[in-house]
């Protein structure tokens, strides 16, 4: 296969969930089973195919960047700039194709899921004409080779994210969330959008290569390395939008109002990477202050969520929460320089999230049936508090969960274990180098409070007793249509599929095809400190970090060890031994406790600034609308309508009575003459005798 | 290039082609409703299939605007030619009619607007006749004003629309229907004074030299040379050339202060047609009162009608001013961005609402034209485009459900998802585009137009920004409102929208989508005309400064 076909069969496995979208959306009810079968097989095919295409990628061209563009729109002869196209394509190189598989056996593994999940429900056909769409604008993301159809892409993965969560759009909670998310999202997108419009409006291309070719051409966003900071940093608030970043991670833990394998697709594995994926796609122009606020971001996010995670009881917000936490964990990686490792994190994150997801989808399956059975309409079926003892009745859910919760805390033998350590050697070797010691500190932290909230988790869920015996006897593992991703997604965390090696996977394959990206920025602006420490001997400083990391191996498997221990050893002790009483730590640290519980209060400070401001300014304007500006208006027509009335008494009054006057005056006279035309010559006769005596007096 | 149709030119059929509709109308028996409604359907097809004509024979490589070389399917005769007029002396005013890439898209629109607007027309009940003669006579008038080439014949137009409109608002409109009416008759009259006083200025001061022989005009050097005595013109073309004034006279030269407040008196007749903020409150009134049809017209072509006066007159005549108030103009932009955003927020009457988020979108025209490069100015004019097509499907979207419920108020509603599934589907293609969704066509010219803007005005075009959110929250807002939650018991009869009502709004949806993803049909069409116009207007050199 040549490159030119890869390209192509990269383009079908992008197009095909869309015709599958446009097949289901129209044709739902009149296809068999609503069509769940043409989108799963599908993305089974697209599955498939990028498994060839990743398989090809890197045994045929594993250095090659395939890339195609084409002209979407020409300006013709733009005045001071000449022939301006605005060009789009779409490009395959390692992280691409890694990334579609990432994807696409998601996808494919929740598209099965949900056959058996969302059996009988109302929107069956919608929801997987929605899922297809969302494949689609993912894969979008990922082959783009510019930022205009990335960015197109990107909205419309909030599109179907807002469809997918809104999919039980009767009930207020989950409408209310798929707005909450495309609006907190679309905050983060303007972000995107204007340092897209900086790039733009200095190089006229929309194109990764040019825009790239440029600045490491020494072509800087209006001559200042200040602007390609800033434009970098506004690409990475996108990002912060929509991978769930602080300050805006607001609305993923609400986003679980959509069904559970939606969560699991869009809300843990694929789309909230997406802004990890941006940046390790950009991560060559960012400059070392845009990498620092990455790293900064990434740690303060992982910190929060894992504090708020461990505070929760709602199965999927525990989850969801961790997902924020692990994200933080990708952007870290990525900022401190640890590219591959941000990277790969994702990957196995993808895996063992969705298993996470899907798990805890297959116990709401298992509690709302048992639920509905007992005629419980009362029990919240995803509260932990009312769960406990399924591991017997679900033994399949239970063992693949407990091997998704080893591998996120990052127990040996499992793939989060060697990309956590990567991701946590990154920081600290960044740490030894910069000085900035901070990251590594919450790096580490955060991986024990990870171990903690999990086991936590799951001993809560599955060991014990259950709350309410009984129950337990209408509790039933899954079908197999959902159990088996389970299985698929259990063991694809396993070590050996990334790295012989248990301890390190920079020896696998994945360090190989994926080396960091060669900096593009000027040299001023690389971390300072890595450049420095490879100055005397001209060594990039990306191979610097990586000769840090190795150094810092040994150590950070040893503390990662430890805290992850020390993590689900308190968990045991709390939660299945019982010789701690959390209820009195809970006591102990009240406020921080409560602090914690109500997710740090972003929710209500963004209700009482932000919303509460904008309608309030909404209704300003509104009443400024109509009182003031109407009122002007108004005021005109009355003030012109008072002239007139004025000038209608005026002309009635004055000129008309002017003129009636004159009428008058003359009637008058005329009555009075009028008394002089009798008639009779007589009279006649005595008034010309009288003219004639005044006259000879007068002219005398 | 000329195309004409039985000896006559196509633009003069694109434009009467509606009134000799309204004459035949009218001599039908007063009973035949049905005759009166398929007459004009029939003829405003016709007017889609004409337009569809231009659109085929457009050239796309000739630039138009100030010349008329550049100008296509020209039409010019001597309208009026009196010798002398006691002190005016020779009075001289060309039926001159002509498109170019900024007028095509226009003229376009316009047939396609009139043409959903007589389906959406049909369940006018009362006084058919007249309703459909009066509506004609506004799709003549609004044609005419995007195809005339002679300040005179653009401004009768202009005066033309206006009656039809009052009528039309006035008699089958809502409650408050005669204030609507009223509202928009003298808003939009003050600004025609306004234009009309300009009009005549540039008028007087103009000298322009016609070749005896051949009627066409000359240079102002060749005219002299040939000795011919000047003559004053309404001819826009050759308004545009500064050696066509009178020295000396009132608006001669160039950035002089009258010519300033004549392109200010220009500018507020067009920023009421816009509407551009503080001069939009008659909008809201005559869009709530208005039946479903005409608010699609209004909104759909009406508005445009004001930025396209800009595009087409007061800019162009008057480069200079334009240049020296670009910065406020963008401010104005932004303000109508946000503040007609913020406004359509607080609103509870669903058409009420629509109507603001026109002026939002509109303000997005303003900024794009404001930057006056070639992405903020196709950005511009393809906006006016698409919001033509996405605010006429918003407004037959309220049409559907005020007329099934007889309220439009937001709050009345909920759950409409699951009781009318397929009149959900098309709304979410309206509300999407209106919020600027990628892969619809409002996103693509919003886009642009930004793009234009952020080159010259960073701060402003970041400040406008926001307007996304916004007009995302007050979408989304909306459509949770009324299409999502659960269906009061009230609605439980509503029947889902109906074939002829789909008949409207399908050819809509499809542009948007198509445009959405394939814009270069329209902007190809548009290109070499902005070209011409950013050349013209904005000196090479500042343009360079400017960053492009």
Redo the contacts between chains.
């Keep these: 296969m040549n490159q030119g076909d890869l390209l192509l069969l990269t383009i079908a496995v992008w197009l095909l969930p869309l015709v599958g979208f446009v097949l289901l959306v129209f044709f739902n009810k009149r296809l068999p089973r609503q069509g769940d079968i043409i989108e799963t097989g599908i993305l089974g095919l697209g599955l498939a195919a990028s498994l060839v295409i990743l398989f090809a990628k890197l045994f045929s061209f594993p250095d090659a960047v395939i890339s195609t563009s084409f002209t979407w729109v020409d300006f013709g002869n733009v005045p001071g700039v000449g022939h301006l196209p605005i060009k789009l394509g779409f490009m395959l190189d390692n992280l691409a194709a890694m990334m579609m598989v990432v994807v696409t056996v998601v996808s494919f593994l929740v598209h099965l899921f949900s056959i058996g999940y969302m059996k009988d429900d109302v929107r069956y056909g919608r929801y997987f004409a929605f899922l297809g769409l969302f494949t689609f604008s993912m894969l979008g993301i990922v082959i783009s080779n510019n930022f205009f159809l990335t960015y197109v892409s990107w909205e419309l993965v909030g599109l179907s994210s807002y469809l997918l969560i809104g999919h039980w759009y009767e009930k207020r909670s989950a409408s209310n969330a798929g707005k909450k998310a495309f609006l907190v999202t679309r905050v983060g997108d303007i972000g995107m959008f204007i340092g897209i419009l900086i790039l733009y409006v200095n190089f006229h291309s929309f194109l990764f290569d040019d825009i790239f070719g440029a600045i490491a051409a020494g072509k800087l966003p209006y001559g200042s390395g200040g602007w390609l900071t800033a434009a970098g940093i506004l690409v990475f608030i996108g990002a912060i939008g929509k991978s769930a970043q602080f300050p805006l991670h607001v609305w993923l833990p609400d986003a679980m109002e959509g069904p559970t394998p939606v969560s699991a697709l869009i809300h843990a594995a694929t789309m909230v990477a997406a802004g990890v994926y941006l940046v390790a796609r950009l991560f060559a122009m960012f400059t070392a202050d845009a990498l620092l606020v990455i790293a900064y971001i990434g740690a303060v996010t992982a910190f929060i969520a894992a504090t708020i995670a461990v505070a929760q009881n709602d199965i999927k917000k525990v989850l969801a929460y961790s997902t924020i936490s692990q994200l933080g964990y990708m952007m870290l990686g990525l900022g401190v320089g640890a590219y591959t490792a941000g990277f790969f994190h994702l990957m196995t994150h993808a895996w063992f999230k969705a298993g996470l997801f899907l798990g805890s989808g297959s116990v709401i399956h298992a509690m709302q049936h048992a639920l509905r059975h007992a005629g419980d309409h009362e029990t919240d079926p995803q509260d932990i508090r009312n769960m406990g003892g399924l591991k017997k009745k679900m033994p399949l859910t239970y063992w693949t969960f407990v091997m998704f919760t080893l591998t996120i805390s990052g127990v040996p033998l499992t793939s989060g274990f060697l990309s956590k350590d990567e991701v946590l050697a990154g920081s600290l070797a960044f740490g030894s180098l910069s000085g900035h010691w901070l990251l590594p500190l919450i790096g580490f932290g955060v991986a024990g409070l990870t171990a903690f909230y999990m086991f936590r988790l799951v001993i809560l869920t599955f060991h014990g007793d259950h709350r309410v015996p009984h129950r337990l006897e209408h509790i039933h593992e899954s079908p197999r249509v959902m159990t088996l991703p389970l299985v698929i997604l259990a063991v694809i965390s396993l070590f050996f599929f990334y790295s012989w090696n248990p301890f390190g996977a920079s020896s696998g394959w994945v360090y190989r095809a994926l080396p960091p990206p060669q900096s593009i920025v000027p040299v001023s602006q690389q971390p300072a400190s890595l450049v420095a420490a490879g100055a005397e001997e001209h060594v990039a400083p990306s191979v610097v970090m990586a000769e840090t990391m190795h150094r810092v191996h040994g150590t950070t498997m040893l503390l990662s060890l430890l805290v992850a221990g020390l993590g689900i050893l308190v968990a045991f002790l709390a939660y299945q031994w019982r010789k701690l009483n959390p209820e009195s730590v809970k006591q102990k640290i009240g406020p921080v406790y409560t602090f914690i519980l109500n997710k740090w209060y972003f929710d209500e400070l963004y209700q009482a600034t932000f919303v509460a401001g904008t309608l309030k300014l909404a209704n300003l304007f509104k009443w400024f609308d109509l009182t003031v500006i109407d009122g002007v208006v108004n005021g005109t027509a009355s003030i012109t309508r008072l002239f007139s009335w004025f000038s209608g008494r005026f002309d009635n009054i004055v000129v008309d009575g002017m003129v009636n006057g004159a009428g008058y005056v003359t009637g008058f006279f005329g009555l009075v003459f009028k008394k002089t035309q009798t008639g009779k010559v007589q009279t006649y006769l005595v008034f010309a005798v009288l003219g004639v005596v005044i006259l000879f007096f007068v002219f005398r | 290039m000329s195309f004409q149709i039985l000896g006559i030119g196509i633009l003069t059929w694109l434009t009467f082609l509606p009134v000799i509709g309204m004459l035949f109308l009218l001599l039908l028996p007063k009973k035949s409703a049905d005759a009166v409604r398929w007459t004009s359907l029939v003829v405003t097809f016709l007017q889609v299939v004409l337009a569809a004509l231009v659109y085929v024979y457009f050239s796309r490589s000739l630039g138009g605007i100030n010349t008329v070389a550049g100008m296509q399917f020209v039409e010019k005769a001597t309208w009026i030619d009196i010798k002398s007029v006691a002190w005016f002396g020779r009075v001289h005013i060309d039926y001159f009619m002509g498109i170019d890439g900024i007028s095509g898209p226009m003229v376009l629109l316009t047939a396609l607007i009139s043409f959903v607007g007589i389906i959406a027309s049909w369940n006018i009940e009362k006084a058919v006749k007249g309703y459909f003669a009066l509506y004609l006579l506004l799709d003549t008038g609004m044609m005419g004003v995007f195809v005339a080439l002679d300040f005179f014949l653009f401004y009768v137009f202009w005066e033309v629309m206006l009656l039809p409109m009052y009528f039309l608002i006035g008699i089958w409109g809502g409650p408050r229907r005669e204030y609507a009416a009223i509202?928009f008759f003298?808003?939009t009259l003050f600004g025609s004074v306004l234009i009309l006083l300009a009009m005549l200025a540039l008028y007087f001061s103009s000298s322009v030299y016609i070749d005896p022989q051949t009627g066409v005009f000359l240079a102002a050097e060749a005219g002299r040379a040939m000795g011919i005595t000047p003559i004053h013109s309404f001819n826009l073309i050759a308004l545009m050339d500064p050696t066509n004034f009178t020295p000396g006279s009132l608006l001669a030269g160039i950035g002089t202060s009258s010519r300033y407040i004549a392109f200010i008196a220009l500018f507020i007749g067009f920023a009421i047609k816009v509407p551009i903020f503080?001069f939009?409150?008659?909008l809201?009134d005559a869009h709530v009162e208005a039946p479903t049809a005409i608010s699609v017209i209004l909104a759909g072509v009406l508005l445009k009608m004001g930025t396209y006066g800009l595009l087409r007159v007061s800019i162009p005549i008057f480069p200079d001013a334009f240049r020296a108030y670009a910065i406020p103009l963008a401010i104005l932009g932004v303000i109508n961005i946000l503040?007609g955003a913020?406004?359509?927020?607080?609103?509870t009457d669903f058409k009420k609402l629509i109507a603001y988020s026109s002026i939002s979108h509109m303000g997005i025209v303003v900024l794009g034209i404001a930057a006056m490069?070639?992405?903020g100015v196709?950005g511009a004019v393809f906006q006016m485009f698409n919001h033509g097509t996405i605010t006429a499907m918003l407004f037959l979207i309220v049409g559907v459900i005020y007329d099934r419920a007889h309220t439009r108020g937001l709050n009345e509603f909920g759950?409409l998802?699951?009781q009318m599934p397929k009149y959900t589907?098309v709304m979410s293609v309206a509300f999407?585009a209106a919020l600027g969704?990628?892969?619809l066509s409002g996103?693509v010219s919003e886009a642009f137009s930004?793009?234009g803007a952020?080159?010259v005005f960073q701060t402003l075009?970041?400040i406008a920004?926001?307007g996304?959110?916004?007009t995302?929250?007050y979408m989304?807002?909306t459509l949770?409102r009324v299409?999502?939650?659960?269906l009061p018991e009230k609605w439980k009869a509503l029947p889902d929208i109906n074939g002829r009502e789909l008949a409207a709004l399908v050819p809509l949806a499809v542009i948007v989508l198509f445009l959405g993803i394939?814009?270069?049909p329209m902007?190809?069409m548009m290109?070499?005309s902005?070209?011409t116009l950013?050349?013209f207007v904005?000196p090479?050199?500042a343009?360079?400064a400017l960053?492009?």
Aim: glycine letters at 10%.
């Design positions: 509202k003298l808003y503080p939009h409150t008659w809201p503040y913020l406004a359509a927020m607080a609103q490069n070639t992405q196709s759950g998802a699951n589907g999407f969704l990628p892969g996103f930004f793009l952020f080159a075009t970041i920004a926001l996304i959110v916004l995302a929250g989304l807002w949770q299409f999502l939650g659960t394939y814009p270069s902007l190809n290109n070499a902005v070209n950013v050349k904005t090479v050199t343009a360079a960053g492009f």
